[in-house]
Antibody, heavy 120, light 107 residues
Framework: QLQLQESGPGLVKPSETLSLTCSVSGGSITGGSHYWGWIRQSPGKGLEWIGNIYYAGSIFYNPSLTSRVSMSMDTSKNHFSLKLTSITAADTAVYYC????????????WGHGTLVTVSS | DIQMTQSPSSLSASVGDRVTITCRASQGIRNDLAWYQQKSGKAPQRLIYAASSLQSGVPSRFSGSGSGTEFTLTISSLQPEDFATYYCLQHNSYPLAFGGGTKVEIK
């Protein structure tokens, strides 16, 4: 059964870089039928799509974050990662990793989410 | 970028009530719209895809309709387990965009 598990620091200082990893089990990130992506939710707020990555090289980022975000994959470890630079309190959120159907770019499976708090 | 406007932002209803939630896209998105349910502390779960197709395992009291710019999620008879927040998502073009959410509360 597919499982996605986010990992990373729960507390990050302002201006630093946030790094998160999503470990995938029960399926391969090189399976070819899916994007792998990140979505976040600020406390008490709605959902914001961050970006998607495909093992063959396609990457899509939210234009609102393009200057600060990067995503990568490690196929040997079957995980993918998110980096967000120059973070501020506005980046405090629950970060979800997700699988997205390739043809539709539609999230169909989510991790449980990890809370990242930005504070000095 | 396509903007998704969801209404109402919250509503109070009783068990057994019929509930309707609306999402409007800032430009036409065909039927590239999904609905998600999120319960407190949990990840969203997909209810509807392609505007009106019911996700496997989702009760038939949930239904979706619409195309183009106007979409509706209907719960025909609200059940206790349906009290949650609902989001629409357009996936017609990047950037993917969620509606602001509708919190369904117990009256």
């Amino acid at each position: 059964q597919l499982q996605l598990q986010e990992s990373g620091p729960g507390l990050v200082k302002p201006s630093e870089t946030l790094s998160l990893t999503c470990s995938v089990s029960g399926g391969s990130i090189t399976g070819g039928s899916h994007y792998w992506g990140w979505i976040r939710q600020s406390p008490g707020k709605g959902l914001e799509w961050i970006g998607n990555i495909y093992y063959a090289g396609s990457i899509f980022y939210n234009p609102s974050l393009t200057s600060r975000v990067s995503m990568s994959m490690d196929t040997s470890k079957n995980h993918f990662s998110l980096k967000l630079t120059s973070i501020t309190a506005a980046d405090t959120a629950v970060y979800y990793c997700a699988r997205l159907a390739l043809r539709l770019s539609l999230p169909d499976f989510w991790g449980h989410g990890t809370l990242v708090t930005v504070s000095s | 970028d396509i903007q998704m406007t969801q209404s109402p932002s919250s509503l109070s209803a009783s068990v057994g009530d019929r509930v309707t939630i609306t999402c409007r896209a800032s430009q036409g998105i065909r039927n590239d719209l999904a609905w998600y349910q999120q319960k407190s502390g949990k990840a969203p779960q997909r209810l509807i895809y392609a505007a009106s197709s019911l996700q496997s395992g989702v009760p038939s009291r949930f239904s979706g309709s619409g195309s183009g710019t106007e979409f509706t999620l209907t719960i025909s008879s609200l059940q206790p387990e349906d009290f949650a927040t609902y989001y629409c998502l357009q996936h017609n073009s990047y950037p993917l965009a969620f509606g602001g959410g509708t919190k369904v509360e117990i009256k």
